[in-house]
């Protein structure tokens, strides 16, 4: 079995999933039961600065977006940081800390954006034995109202700011959580770097509104009557949080430093992608919350099998292995032609492709009488959709032409050479050389 | 488990109440509503459903499936009910594992169809239960139509008459509406008196009448039929059944099938229905299935189906013949009876083997006694008191594709006229578009 241990910013951790800031990290017993259940790290619950705690609402938290079978494929939350006293967290942390000496133990901050808020409460989690803090700056509910969490992390000015501070009042790592309700992502990444920060994670959840309820004319969750918008996580954000963890690992800026992924992580093979696109690491939060901590044991068995399928011996050995293939459309070879291609034995004769590719694509696909599909080569742009849509998987497929092969659609014989728009004679810039 | 169990004859009360109740509760018991959206789930919404295409009513079946996918129960009933008013009971009696769920491609994909019949349940039920009807008559035509019979094709016909503004007068035989749908299934597909329940919610739509016990014959002709009204529907099925023409059919024990079935579909106390402790039936069709099953239901020890032919030729679907043995019953292929015996009481049939020799079916010397206080015969149903004008071929009267009759004006279907299988469901596709027929006629637009 392979080895799962990750070194995070010096931090090691016995595998690379953790508990993202959240619910299930907001106490001494749920830390526990996660380290015993498998957990690498924690990340926990977001700490206020010293007084008296902020208070949640008592109405429902939680909206969902389901899938079938009542899967649940989205949640958001209106919860705000912890709402028990810093003492009683710092206490906790240090007892678990102590406990668990191999797992990881973060501590997530989030308290006023000025410079003695931050100078006071740094030396005491330094004292607790964490291995390192993470700098909320994503809520995007609640407290962005306060002028913290993502009402700092929409300002990269801002987040170069408080960063520095964190660099000057505590040695451990110092990792800067990203909210992804900004236009591009890169902008707060350089501005974490540039103020020193030792890694970012992303994303925080996403504004969103979940779903209305048409009989009371609100939001849901709704309190009272009202709804608001909450922070959107699960599987249906895995997409966007992974874009933005890769624009982060190729941008010529910021390559290089290390990132967290966070967003939607269910699986392992979740957990791979993420990390295949440069997370050193990742965290989990909604999965844990569907399924209960025990799903970790699936996510390390099943890294671990496919790691050593693949013959990797250590996370770091595929951690950014897709970042170069990450790239823009205008490098995209425009010479590589495909078509779609349709296994009749594995067909049940939905037609669904062909609906699909009658109404909204390019009518490239014909039906029969007795229902056989068939692609038309000379109308099929190999658009993907037929494939998208069908329910069998591996029933259609892309075939690639070779070179030398007649594309019929053009007319045009397959070239071999790459050729981008850069160089397309369509392209009014096109920097091919005459 | 009760002593009668092993008392010869036939006796009522072999088993308690509460193993009746069992035995006869609902065989594909309802959805909930999370059973019911995780079954819709599995829908594919197929381009020209296969599904839709083998429905003899041609029920846009993805449509409503996504429909109850999507929270809207009523609006699925709606569509349903559109193609088939009688989509209710369809649901608890089409073999739809011979029709819509066998060409799903769920079942191609995984040998396992989306459960369409039961999903048609959950939608009927759920309107039905909220005691409305969805459709209202157009303005009326002051036509009269004539419906004979109010099994599933006539009031099919009738309803969609009344739809397009016609009057319809249903001439009913017996003192109940609902045809072979009252009298004619396994308790356990229709409880609760779904069949009547389902007549008088398709009565609300308003224009139908039905003058029950009076079949043709009972004072009414198709002469008189055709006088006082406009149009005239038959829908009057196959009212006598075929005889196995043996020495002592008529000893005590021996009887139709259908009666037994008829007569436990009416008993209001299932205790006192009598069987037979060693019961018979002859047949391969559903008839045949459902008074085995029921005849074991029932408590009857030792049941056996005896079929002249093979099992692949049997009319019973596959699906109907596992449900009778499971139920504990012994189904016999290739023989056939050649005497019944008994003293005045029925003690037992006599079979010969029968085997296929160039396409003809031979009775062999060999054969086999099952000994027997009950017999079942259900080797099929025929046309009885058809009127004389009208042409007939294979004992049925003949209808075009829209159910007209060689003569004009008389327009026929269901089991009674010719094409099709002998199928609720299909009764009421020849019901439904003959009433079509009858009304682009009526206004001059056919």
Redesign the interface.
């Known amino acids: 079995m392979a080895d799962l241990t990750t070194d995070f910013l010096g931090i090691k951790s016995p595998n690379p999933f953790w508990l993202a800031s959240a619910p299930p990290t907001d106490k001494e017993y749920n830390v526990r039961r996660a380290f015993e259940a498998g957990w690498g790290g924690v990340v926990w619950k977001t700490l206020g600065s010293e007084g008296p705690p902020v208070v949640n609402v008592n109405g429902p938290r939680y909206g969902a977006i389901h899938g ?3 899967r649940l494929l989205g949640l958001n939350n209106i919860e705000l940081i912890t709402d028990r006293s810093l003492e009683t967290n710092l206490e906790e942390m240090t007892r678990v800390k102590k406990d668990y000496p191999d797992h990881a133990l973060i501590a997530s901050i989030m308290v006023p954006c000025e410079e003695a808020a931050w100078k006071a409460i740094l030396p005491r989690v330094m004292e607790t034995g964490c291995d390192g803090i993470e700098l909320n700056f994503g809520c995007p509910h609640g407290m962005a109202e306060r002028g913290m969490g993502s009402a700092v992390g929409q300002v990269p000015e801002y987040i170069q700011m408080v960063t520095e501070w964190c660099k000057k009042y505590y040695d451990k790592p110092v990792i800067v959580k990203l909210t992804p309700n900004i236009t591009d992502v890169r902008f707060p990444a350089r501005a974490a770097k540039a103020g020193g920060a030792d890694a970012v994670s992303l994303i925080n959840t996403i504004n969103s509104i979940t779903s209305v309820n048409l009989d009371a004319m609100s939001p849901e969750p709704m309190i009272d009557g009202k709804g608001t918008h909450g922070g959107y996580c699960g599987p249906a954000v895995k997409p966007i949080a992974m874009n933005m963890v890769a624009e982060i690992a190729r941008d010529a800026e910021t390559r290089g430093l290390p990132i967290s992924g966070i967003g939607g992580i269910t699986t392992w093979r979740d957990a791979a992608e993420f990390m295949v696109l440069g997370a050193g690491n990742v965290q989990v939060c909604t999965a844990a919350m569907t399924y209960g901590f025990k799903i970790v044991q699936e996510m390390i068995s099943g890294m671990s099998q496919w790691m050593d399928e693949q013959g990797y011996t250590s996370t770091s050995d595929f951690i950014g292995k897709a970042v170069p293939n990450v790239t823009d459309w205008q490098y995209l070879n425009l010479n590589h032609i495909t078509k779609a291609r349709i296994d009749q034995d594995a067909c ?5 492709c ?2 699909a590719c009658e109404d909204t694509s390019h009518q490239a696909i014909s ?1 029969t009488e007795d ?1 056989v599909f068939d692609v038309k080569d000379d109308e099929c742009v190999a658009c993907n959709l037929c494939v998208n849509v069908c ?2 998987e591996n029933c259609i497929t892309m075939e690639v032409l070779q070179p030398g092969a007649m594309d019929e659609r053009t007319g045009k014989v397959v070239e071999a050479d790459y050729a981008n728009w850069t160089t397309h004679p369509n392209n009014p810039s096109s920097t091919a050389a005459e | 488990m009760s002593s009668k169990q092993f008392e010869d004859g036939i006796t009522a009360g072999r088993l308690d109440a509460k193993a009746l109740d069992a035995n006869f509760s609902d065989l594909h018991p309802a959805y909930d509503a999370h059973e019911a959206l995780v079954a819709a789930d599995r829908c594919y919404f197929c381009h020209d459903a296969p599904c839709q295409v083998a429905c003899p009513t041609s029920i846009d079946i993805p449509l409503f499936i996504r429909q109850i996918a999507t929270g809207t129960a009523e609006s699925a009933a709606r569509t349903i009910l559109e193609d088939n008013i009688l989509g209710g009971m369809c649901a608890r009696v089409c073999p739809t594992e011979t029709l819509c769920e066998e060409v799903c491609v769920r079942e191609t994909a995984e040998g396992k169809p989306v459960e369409i019949g039961r999903l048609q349940r959950f939608a009927t039920d759920t309107l039905m239960a909220s005691g409305t009807h969805p459709f209202s008559r157009a303005a009326s035509t002051g036509k009269k139509v004539a419906v004979v019979g109010a099994g599933p094709a006539g009031l099919a016909c009738a309803h969609r008459l009344a739809m397009h503004g016609h009057d319809a007068v249903i001439f009913e035989a017996r003192a109940k509406g609902g045809g072979l749908n009252e009298f004619g299934i396994a308790a356990y597909k229709s409880t609760n008196d779904f069949a009547q329940a389902e007549v008088d919610w398709l009565l609300k739509i308003g224009g139908i009448e039905i003058r029950y016990s009076s079949g043709l014959g009972d004072g009414i002709s198709l002469d008189s039929l055709q006088a006082d009204f406009d149009a005239v529907f038959l829908g009057m099925g196959l009212g006598g059944v075929n005889a196995l023409r043996l020495d002592g059919e008529d000893k005590d024990g021996v009887m139709p099938a259908t009666s037994f079935i008829e007569e436990l579909r009416q008993a209001t106390d299932l205790t006192g229905m009598s069987i037979g402790r060693r019961v018979v039936v002859v047949g391969g069709g559903m008839t045949a299935i459902d008074a085995g099953a029921q005849a074991k239901l029932l408590g009857a020890q030792d049941v056996t189906i005896v079929y002249r032919r093979g099992q692949e030729a049997m009319a019973a679907s596959e699906f109907e013949q596992d449900l009778a043995a499971q139920k504990g019953v012994r189904i016999i292929h290739n023989a056939t009876p050649i005497g019944i015996e008994g003293n005045g009481s029925l003690t037992g049939v006599r079979f010969a083997y029968t085997e296929t020799q160039n396409g003809k079916l031979v009775t062999l010397e060999d054969g086999f006694t099952l000994p027997a206080d009950q017999l079942f015969t259900a080797i099929g149903q025929s046309l009885t008191g058809a009127p004389d004008a009208l042409d007939t071929a294979g004992g049925k009267i003949t209808v075009g594709d829209t159910g007209q009759t060689s003569v004009a004006g008389v327009w026929a279907g269901g089991d009674c006229a010719s094409g099709g299988d002998d199928l609720t469901v299909t009764a009421v596709a020849e019901g439904r578009d003959a009433a079509m027929n009858i009304h682009a006629t009526l206004m001059g637009e056919a």
Do not use: E
């Not at chain 1, 049940?348 to 669904?352: A, L, N, P, S």
């Open positions: 079938a079978d009542r049940i004769k939905c037609g669904r062909y609906a039906m229902r329910p069998v």
